[in-house]
């Protein structure tokens, strides 16, 4: 019902991606019910109970590969992503938040819960086929990025190369590399986040999310503006902000596998920067291009609000992410077993 022209055909496609690997994972989740029945005759879905079965079944890497699709798409992994850019800019503001903060980190959260810790074995087999992805989703996404006139499409792109940071961390088989996914899942939610809400206000205030028409937006906005600076320099990773923290760890883990794939992953960086800092170029400096934005008043002080909110958080996760760390340390184990079967 809400959203602009785009919405039906944006909302269909939405439907048929996340529903049709919704099943996959259903399928998944039944066949190793039935596996573990024959292995106990209990009919349990306990998820400690199904572990045990889940790494002694000789259908696990099918089994597996059900829960993983269904994850992928949600994350979005390249190529199970051509949902995600239509959805996020056909939807109103309010959703765009609430697919890339919450939506998206389900498919990370699965991706560790049950593809990596349920089925480690299996996982190892194809966590080069899925750090690989990640890769090709990092440079390609920000290749994209880079070249959106439309401010909600170079959010969502960007957004797609940053989760490709995540899938490198999970599938790492490495520590460091876990605790940095999880890291780049909090960073991500609160800089993207805020990231749709700036969109959101712009698209409100000036009728359209073409940057091209937009610019010279600095001096009418200055609060709202240095924090959109704010957002736009966390998005590239600047040290002592929560995303550096993510990135770099993965990074060091990835790097413990492989030297190639790192690199390719931290070109990704260089592409960040400059859709980062083009976004803000072309909105916020330069000659003005329309009388349409008056100052931030009363009403926009909600925004303000959260969004300072966002970026305290953010800064204080740049600069002491231990506790957020620490809620990786239960994966640990599990990761050590695919970093066993790699090195085999």
Not at 57 to 79: E, T, W, Y
Not at 201 to 218: I, N, V, Y
Not at 283 to 300: C, I, Q, R
Request: some cysteine; aromatic content about 10%.
């Amino acid at each position: 019902m809400w959203g602009d022209a785009g919405r039906q055909r944006a909302v269909l496609k939405f439907f048929l991606f996340t529903q049709g690997s919704g099943l996959l994972m259903l399928l998944a989740i039944l066949g190793l019910v039935i596996v573990n029945a024959q292995r106990t005759n209990v009919i349990t879905f306990d998820y400690f109970a199904l572990s045990q079965t889940a790494l002694i079944a000789p259908v696990a890497p099918v089994l597996m590969l059900g829960f993983f699709i269904a994850f992928a798409v949600k994350l979005p992994m390249v190529p199970f992503h051509a949902w995600l850019p239509d959805t996020y800019a056909s939807s109103p503001a309010a959703v765009s938040i609430l697919l890339s903060g919450v939506l998206a980190k389900t498919g990370g959260y699965g991706l560790i819960r049950f593809v990596v810790m349920l089925f480690p074995g299996a996982a190892a087999h194809i966590a080069p086929l899925a750090m690989t992805m990640g890769v090709v989703g990092i440079l390609y996404c920000a290749w994209l990025a880079v070249a959106q006139d439309d401010i909600k499409r170079l959010i969502a792109y960007s957004s797609i190369s940053h989760l490709g940071f995540i899938l490198l961390g999970v599938f790492s088989g490495t520590r460091i590399g876990m605790e940095g996914a999880i890291a780049q899942m909090v960073a991500h939610g609160l800089s993207t986040g805020a990231l749709f809400i700036i969109a959101g206000l712009l698209e409100d205030r000036l009728g359209t999310r073409d940057m091209s028409k937009m610019g010279g937006l600095w001096p009418a906005m200055p609060r709202f503006s240095a924090l959109a600076m704010f957002f736009a320099a966390a998005s590239l990773g600047l040290p002592g902000l929560g995303n550096f923290i993510g990135e770099f760890l993965v990074l060091l883990g990835t790097w413990r596998v492989s030297h190639v794939m790192t690199f390719f992953a931290a070109a990704g960086l260089v592409l960040s920067s400059v859709y980062s800092l083009t976004m803000m170029l072309r909105v916020f400096y330069g000659p003005k291009k329309t009388d349409a934005v008056a100052p931030l008043g009363a009403a926009s002080v909600p925004h303000i609000a959260v969004l300072g909110v966002a970026a305290l958080l953010l800064l204080a996760l740049g600069l002491y992410p231990q506790p957020v760390l620490n809620l990786s340390v239960p994966a640990s184990p599990h990761v050590v077993s695919i970093a066993q079967e790699q090195a085999q």
